[in-house]
């Protein structure tokens, strides 16, 4: 691993950790083990950092997403895989996810580019999974439902869940794996 991705595996670990207010250069050169001044020549400053690291996360994430729903033989199978994995990277000590939990683009970030860039990147999420439930809809495993809203309510369950489950003590032994039977039963629910 290179200084400048020690860097950037400090980086995410302490954005997840303490959000973007409370990680500073000099935390982050501590946890990578390398000078202060490293940072600001590979990355220029604390937010150019945070957006590469929210950025680097969020891509990960998109490409896993992509890779479940691929295997997906149904469009509501694939809104299960997509739930599976976007569970179970949350969850994934190698992806740094709480970067993206404790750092949204609609919170730490000023407007501008870098907030500009994240929100660009986090609609890649909704809208695979639209897609996902377009699918569904077209092959008939889903009812007629309203394709955005149903995607918004199946992320609003996901994002809930991982909040409940990385931030809170309230978190049910099971409860990722009962939001994804939760999803599928509603989803799957013809009285709706």
Do not use: W
Request: glycine fraction near 8%; charge should be positive; charged fraction near 25%.
């Amino acid at each position: 691993m290179t200084k400048k991705d020690m860097v950037l595996k400090a980086a995410k670990e302490l954005f997840g950790e303490y959000g973007y207010n409370d990680t500073t250069f000099k935390k982050i050169a501590d946890r990578a083990g390398v000078a202060v001044g490293l940072l600001s020549h590979h990355y220029g400053s604390k937010e150019k950092l945070f957006r590469v690291a929210g950025l680097d996360v969020t891509e990960r994430l998109v490409n896993v997403l992509q890779g479940e729903v691929a295997a997906a033989e149904s469009g509501l199978e694939a809104v299960c895989f997509f739930s599976e994995g976007y569970l179970k990277f949350s969850v994934d000590p190698n992806e740094d996810f709480l970067v993206l939990v404790r750092c949204s683009p609609f919170s730490d970030l000023k407007m501008g580019n870098d907030r500009d860039a994240m929100v660009q990147k986090f609609a890649q999420i909704p809208a695979l999974l639209e897609t996902c439930v377009a699918r569904g809809v077209r092959d008939g495993s889903l009812p007629d439902f309203p394709v955005s809203e149903t995607a918004s309510i199946v992320l609003c369950n996901l994002v809930g869940a991982v909040r409940t489950k990385l931030l809170s003590p309230y978190s049910p032994p099971n409860l990722y794996g009962g939001i994804v039977k939760f999803i599928r039963r509603s989803l799957t629910n013809r009285n709706s």
